[in-house]
Structure formats: C-alpha cells, structure tokens
C-alpha cells in the first residue's frame, strides 16, 4: 500500500512537514508495511519557503529589514542553488505573525520590508523572484515595497508621502525616475490563491482588512484609497488591474506587483505542487 501525504500547514501551530509527519506516524500503526510519501505544500502563505528549499535545493540568506510597523528586525529569504531565482516569503517580513495584536492596523502597516528584501534578492544578482503573497499584515496595495525600490508616491501638492494604507487616497503622481535600476532585467511571479479583484464588496480591504486589525470605518476608507490608487495606477502605467482576479490579494499587492513590476500571478498551491512533482509522486497510491 502507498499513501500520499500532502497537508498544508496549520497557521501558528504546525508547518506542513510537522503535520505531515504526524500522520505518517499514525499510518504506520496502523498499517506497519505501508509506503508513506510526504509532500510538504504551500499556498504561498506561512511555509512555502521552506517547501521551496526542501524541493528544489538552495540557501537561506538573512538581512536587517523593516517589519509592517516600520521597527528594524532581521528577515529570511530563500536563493536557489544555481543563484538566479529568489523565494520571499511575504509573511517572514510583512507578516500578521511578527507584530502583536495591538499592532495590526492596516491603515499604517507597510509593505516596505518585503521591497527591501526584493532589493537584496536583486544585488545578488537574482533574475527571477518569486513571492509568496500570504499571511500579510497590509492593505496599502504594495505601496511600501515599491518604496523601498525607489518609486516615491506625491499628493497633489508635490509633497513626498509616507507609508500605509493611509496614503493611497492622497497620491496624485509617481515618480519612478530612481526606481531600483535592476528590477528590468528580473522576472517577478507570485504566488497566490485568493482571487479577489483590487476593491469593491468582494475587494482586499472588505474581505480581509477586519482580521488585520480595520474596523468598519477604516475598512470603507481603505476601500476608497484603493478605489483612487487603481485610477492612478491606470494612468501611471495604462494597466487596469482592479478586475483581475488575485489584484486584491495581501491588501492589493498582487495589483501592485502587476502594475509596477508586470508580475504574473499563480496558483501558490499548484505551484508547488508542480515543484514537488504531485503528479509523478501520487501515482499507484
């Protein structure tokens, strides 16, 4: 007999491999001959980084990076072996789980700390990178990533704005004339598996901002932020993004990534699903 393995991990108690393991064990007692194959998954949220190191090979490199409140803490991130694709982990950074609970306020947490990582990932020479989008601590639709690679976002009266889910109903221009001078030559995937639009009743602030921390005011004034940003970006870059599915997804910043860094999005969990070769594993069980 052969059973397959594949469990995503349970947020804040056991990662995928911790899960899995469990119940290999209780196979085994209970069918001492069997083969058990243990596929460790990921969504893109909390885990795929170590799934991505376990499947494909690489290292992990560790920096000095901003968490959402802006407060300096060290941060991990995943080089393949070959040196050219880039895993970040959104959560490890720009996280729910690294900020306590009188912290989470979508309004003001930033997206910053993943760009920084984006950044590193590029000077070592990186040419794709991929970003798991999952687990977020943001609604400021990758606002804060792209200030961290340069791009500064003005209100109308040329003054350079800060960071948060505050400022997108302020922004009137983008200047990305110091934008990171490596992000042309890098191809950018992310992975997801939310397929809600930029805003609107189905959109990242009404569907995800109140576990975040946003109340219903703050809610319906990030969703007007995000209303106004997608005009923006539309003519920024000529992309309406706020349709696709997944625009919305960790507070806009699969929109963002889009918009500024022609990212395409994917499936987190048939990606690595792929990675893992699920197709050829799970045959003859």
């Known amino acids: ?84 694709t880039a895993f970040i982990e959104m959560a490890n950074i720009s996280g ?6 009188d912290q989470q306020n ?22 794709h990178i991929l970003v798991g ?13 792209l ?20 400022i997108l109903e302020k922004i009137a221009t983008i200047d990305d004339s110091n934008k990171h001078p490596l992000l042309g030559k890098a191809h950018f995937t992310v992975a997801c598996d939310v397929q809600n639009p930029f805003y609107g009743p189905e959109g990242a602030a009404h569907v995800y901002a109140r576990q975040k921390g946003a ?3 703050m809610i319906a004034a990030l969703d007007l932020g995000m209303r106004h940003f997608a005009n923006i970006i539309a003519t920024h870059t000529g992309k309406k993004i706020h349709t696709i599915p997944g625009s919305g997804a960790a507070g806009g910043m699969g929109g963002g990534m889009m918009a ?19 197709e050829e594993r799970i045959t003859g069980a």
């Open 215 to 217: 109340d219903d005011a």
């Open 106 to 127: 979508p309004w003001e947490t930033t997206t910053y700390g993943t760009g920084e990582l984006i950044a590193d990932a590029l000077e070592k020479g990186c040419t």
């Open 96 to 101: 729910l789980p690294i900020i306590r609970k």
């Open 133 to 145: 989008i999952g687990g977020s601590a943001t609604n400021d639709a990758g606002v804060g990533m």
């Open 1 to 84: 007999m052969k059973i397959v393995i594949a469990i995503d991990s349970f947020k804040g108690s056991l990662t995928s491999a911790e899960a899995g393991t469990i119940v290999a064990e209780a196979v085994h007692t209970l069918f001492p001959d069997c083969q058990t194959v243990l596929v460790p998954i990921a969504d893109g949220g909390e885990g795929m980084l170590s799934v991505m190191l376990n499947a494909i090979g690489g290292a992990i490199h560790s920096l000095e990076a901003h968490n959402p409140c802006m407060e300096q803490t060290t941060a991990s991130y995943g080089i393949s072996s070959d040196g050219r």
């Open 147 to 166: 200030q961290a690679l340069g791009f500064r976002f003005l209100n109308k009266e040329g003054e350079v704005l800060g960071q948060g889910g505050k």
């Open 260 to 278: 500024f860094l022609n990212a395409e999005l994917k499936s987190g969990a048939d990606l690595l699903l792929d990675i893992n070769r699920f």
